[in-house]
């Protein structure tokens, strides 16, 4: 149901506490002293089955005694009672519950687990919303709520923060209020029963209060919702996370190298990055977050200057920073000509600036004003050590003096405790951000660079395919239902490569031998070097048990390494099902380096892939990335980036570099084999040799099984390029065009249609006269998520996205319960009266039916007399909005009978 009814828990006008207790202590009695202690200002029910007042407070013996139906209900009765008060709660009309009692599958039992689905039946009828079971509650600081049993509540503030564990809560709590850190909400999950995080993000992206998203995750549900969220979130504001549970403590045996690198930790990581979401690694990285964030989240680029009045600490910061991958910016000459002017004459002469031990407090207001005009400098790091012939705290107060210190973002490190302490509150308490140590200033200053890096990313145009592929679909099925009627789980290795070939992907030609002699007689065929290997179903990893002899040059020295692999392996592998050998020509590139590209099936995430250095060494290597499908070549090209290898592949010393497009159009091929293919369980390629002629698969192996899914997409987090959707249109002049979903590298075909509209079309378009389409604008129409949002575009046939022309396109954006979406519509004027138009919203209902939506709707202006006309025919409801009267709402009930189409 996703925000569904959210805005009860933190917005609610009335709050009653289920299991208000006298006994001093206990959950319902410190939940009601929050509650009434903290001045929520709407009005406060207590439920006592013993009708005893608490805290001086009458009290109700049950729900149906409430004089209304609250909006917020905090229940913490003992576990079994929990689904009758949640029934009770959904007929009187209550729209949320935070479940505080803990005893349901949080337990791994199965009595738990019925009563947690007892709960849930009893909620979804008057779909009211459940919060845990088993947390500690939340907290709305804005409208004064503490529906915990914490022992402070939180201050005011911009942050949001939600966290699978209320002893992390608690924390944060206490560490921030000290600071003067405030948040918008703080949301213990617990269980996650109904409530989970793609909810939550969900709501707080488009909460006006939060500025920034704080998460605590030990494990997600419904991973498909979660990247929409967090995707969605990212986009708009920083979503930063920390992960619990990072290592498992036994490792699940694997059968192919990907499975083996792959694990809990480094997937979770992948779907953040993918995600656009900020990772940190402990709950220190987590307050230095938290107290960047808390004062802002604008930072103009990556240039730091740092200012100190030791030349240790600053060393230290440079150090941290470029270890990070910072920038030192290099002072222009005006700068330094007006720092040299205020400074004495052994200051540093440069980044970072020392001003001295015995700088005077004035000395920084002075040289903080300067840095503040240059035009070179993003950000300012400000560090001070104490000194006995100047004072830390009259420091601080000289950097707070300093003129329109807004200018840019100021960090500040005060290093020490007894003195500098003073100085930290005092620039804490006037909303500048303060650390202890020049790493973590330099920490947190590097998580704002790393959220405008990863909003660029998520806005980048990916380039266009250097070439077209069309893969063999029905044969790649066909040779895996083949294996699987014949009973096997892995594919053999002419199989395997013979479906990397149904995907485009080149392969060394491989053959088949049933004897010594036979692979003999079949190198006698054409010029060595060959390579053999032992050809057996029970055998995935041939280099390990010596089942692989390279650069044989003669059919006499391949018969001889037969003969002696075979004996070899009858002795060491004696049950093993020796079908005979594969003989292959050893492939020999000039400058060819071994990677590895696989996949394997998360329990959380569904198909993950993975790039990195190839090889018999692979694992001892561990120089590999993870990255969720689908992927476009600038995905691609990101996975490669994040490993040692892709150094190498760039070229060294005489080494020309690799064909890296090659390599990354290879990983979307593979990609694209995984979203079809959805009895593909784990994959390797390995090694693929890279060089800078291109890329050939020399060994591969794949793992099969009965597809668990009705389709193939439904199994990945991240719905696909729905390519079904494709489909020819002939035009009521008899062109013939493609209908087919828009695509993230159809942004410069975009960005064409868009300069050939008019004024006037553009107004009425975006009720607004934009004279050029911005990029984060055009990105965003370009980059959707096709399970949530679907916009169909005509596009002339024949032609590469960002190519072809687009002359028109009709787009719905879902709301987050996929229940209403939003539609939108553009046609080129050079296709008008064409009937496009209404063909387009056609296609566009058509669809909405088919996934779901129950309504959708819209804004027509007044003055848009062609759309309201189509409207009328299509059956919409139309209705003056009542805050602008040019603007026409109109709205179509999908579950009425569709209007005739033209097409």
Not at 148 to 153: G, I, K
Request: hydrophobic share 45%; charged share 20%.
């Amino acid at each position: 149901m996703s925000t569904i009814h959210l805005d009860h828990f933190f917005t609610p006008k009335s709050v009653a506490l289920v299991g208000a207790s006298s006994k001093p202590a206990s959950v319902g009695d410190m939940v009601a002293r929050n509650l009434l202690d903290d001045g929520f200002t709407g009005e406060i029910f207590l439920v006592n089955r013993h009708r005893t007042p608490v805290r001086g407070q009458q009290t109700y013996g049950d729900v149906s005694e409430l004089p209304k139906p609250p909006d917020l209900a905090v229940v913490c009765v003992p576990a079994a009672g929990v689904p009758e008060v949640i029934d009770a709660l959904g007929r009187m009309g209550t729209k949320a519950a935070v479940v505080l009692s803990a005893g349901f599958s949080e337990g791994g039992n199965e009595a738990g687990r019925r009563l947690q689905e007892a709960m849930l039946q009893a909620a979804r009828p008057h779909r009211l919303r459940i919060l845990g079971p088993n947390c500690i509650g939340m907290m709305a600081p804005q409208c004064h709520l503490n529906a915990t049993f914490t022992h402070m509540a939180a201050l005011q503030g911009s942050l949001a923060f939600v966290a699978q564990s209320g002893a992390i809560l608690s924390a944060v709590v206490d560490w921030a209020n000290p600071r003067n850190i405030g948040f918008s909400c703080m949301v213990s999950m617990g269980g996650m029963a109904d409530v989970d995080f793609g909810d939550l993000l969900d709501y707080l992206a488009m909460d006006r209060k939060t500025s920034a998203i704080l998460l605590y995750v030990e494990g997600i549900t419904q991973a498909r919702k979660f990247m929409s969220a967090a995707r969605a979130a990212s986009r708009t504001k920083p979503v930063v996370v920390i992960k619990g549970g990072r290592f498992a403590a036994g490792a699940k045996a694997a059968s192919s190298h990907t499975g083996a690198l792959a694990g809990s930790a480094t997937i979770y990581h992948a779907a953040f990055q993918r995600a656009g979401m900020l990772q940190v690694d402990s709950l220190t990285e987590l307050f230095d977050a938290v107290e960047i964030l808390g004062r802002t989240t604008h930072l103009s680029g990556p240039r730091l200057a740092i200012m100190t009045n030791g030349g240790g600490i600053g060393v230290l910061a440079t150090d941290e920073l470029i270890a990070r991958g910072g920038t030192l910016t290099d002072l222009s000459a005006e700068t330094l000509a007006k720092l040299d002017a205020i400074l004495p004459p052994m200051w540093s002469k440069g980044n970072p600036i020392d001003i001295l031990g015995d700088a005077h407090p004035t000395t920084y207001t002075k040289v903080l004003d300067i840095l503040l005009s240059a035009p070179e400098v993003d950000a300012i790091s400000v560090h001070n050590c104490p000194v006995a012939v100047s004072s830390s705290a009259a420091a601080a107060q000289a950097v707070l003096a300093t003129p329109q210190l807004d200018r840019r973002l100021v960090l500040t490190n005060w290093v020490g405790e007894t003195t500098a302490k003073e100085a930290r509150d005092i620039l804490s308490t006037h909303g500048l951000p303060s650390y202890e140590t020049p790493d973590q200033a330099m920490r947190a200053f590097m998580y704002l660079v790393q959220y405008q890096e990863s909003r660029h990313t998520l806005m980048e145009t990916p380039p266009s395919v250097p070439e077209t592929f069309t893969p063999d679909v029905d044969q790649a099925r066909t040779i895996i239902r083949q294996a699987l009627d014949d009973g096997r789980d892995w594919l053999n290795e002419v199989e395997a490569k013979a479906l990397l070939r149904c995907y485009c992907i080149p392969t060394v030609a491989t053959l088949i031998a049933k004897s010594p002699e036979e692979a003999g007689a079949l190198a006698a065929k054409g010029p060595g070097p060959y390579a053999l290997k032992i050809l057996s179903p029970d055998i995935i990893h041939k280099s390990d048990v010596g089942g692989v002899a390279l650069n044989l040059q003669s059919p006499e020295a391949i018969t001889e390494a037969a003969r002696a692999m075979l004996q070899r392996l009858q002795g060491s592998h004696p049950t093993a099902r020796l079908r005979g050998f594969t003989v292959e020509p050893m492939v020999l590139m000039a400058g060819g380096i071994e990677l590895i590209l696989g996949m394997t099936t998360d329990a959380v995430f569904g198909p993950v892939l993975l790039f990195g250095q190839g090889g018999i060494a692979v694992e001892v290597l561990s120089d590999t990335s993870f990255a969720l499908p689908p992927l476009n070549m600038h995905l691609a090209r990101q996975l490669m980036n994040r490993t040692r290898v892709s150094r190498l592949l760039a070229g060294f010393r005489d080494q020309p570099p690799c064909d890296r497009d090659a390599i990354a159009l290879t990983l979307t091929k593979l990609s694209q084999l995984v979203s079809d293919l959805a009895e593909v369980a784990e994959c390797d390629i390995n090694p693929l040799l890279a060089s800078p002629q291109g890329v050939m698969a020399l060994d591969a192996r794949f793992k099969i099984g009965l597809s668990q899914v009705a389709k193939p997409e439904d199994r990945l987090a991240i719905r696909p390029y729905p390519k079904e959707l494709e489909q020819p249109i002939t035009l009521p002049n008899g062109e013939t065009m493609l209908l087919r979903p828009i695509l993230p590298e159809d942004e410069p075909a975009i960005q064409r249609s868009f300069a050939a509209l008019s004024q006037r079309s553009r107004f009425l378009r975006f009720f607004s006269p934009l004279r050029e389409l911005p990029h984060t604008l055009a990105a965003r129409l370009t980059q959707i998520d096709y399970d949530r949002e679907m916009a169909l575009v005509v596009a002339e046939p024949h032609k590469p996205p960002g190519e072809a022309e687009i002359l028109g396109g009709a787009r719905i954006m879902g709301e987050p319960n996929m229940e209403r979406a939003e539609y939108a519509i553009t046609v080129r004027e050079d296709q008008s009266g064409k009937g496009l138009g209404t063909l387009l919203m056609h296609k566009i209902i058509d669809y909405a039916r088919v996934r779901g939506f129950k309504t959708i709707y819209g804004e027509v202006l007044s003055e848009n007399t062609a759309m309201a006309q189509v409207c009328r025919k299509l059956g919409f409801r139309l209705s003056r909005s009542a805050d602008d009267p040019s603007i026409i709402h109109v709205e179509l009930d999908l579950d009425k009978p569709p209007a005739a189409s033209s097409n």
